[in-house]
């Protein structure tokens, strides 16, 4: 039963794309950038909440260049472009 349950829930997290986002925060971190998960901002044209999966971000030093990555991941079924 226990056995049951635990894939069941490896099922569910793999259909709702978690292995794919803590993977790609991975490699960004590895990159030597910072990362932010879940990050919450307003529709400009909707006014709604919505929520970006990961935001990465860096500064090269010295260089005055700031770069950010706002990355909204979808698992493969929900995915028309996959």
């Not at 925060?25 to 909707?46: H, L």
């Amino acid at each position: 039963m226990e056995v049951d349950l635990k894939n069941k829930v490896k099922e569910w997290l793999d259909k709702q794309g978690y292995p794919l986002e803590m993977y790609v925060a991975a490699a960004f971190q590895e990159s030597g950038f910072k990362i932010a998960q879940s990050v919450m901002y307003v529709d400009p044209d909707s006014k709604t909440p919505r929520e970006v999966d990961l935001v990465a971000h860096k500064t090269i030093e010295h260089s005055g260049v700031y770069i950010s990555f706002a990355i909204v991941l979808f698992p493969k079924q929900i995915n028309k472009y996959a």
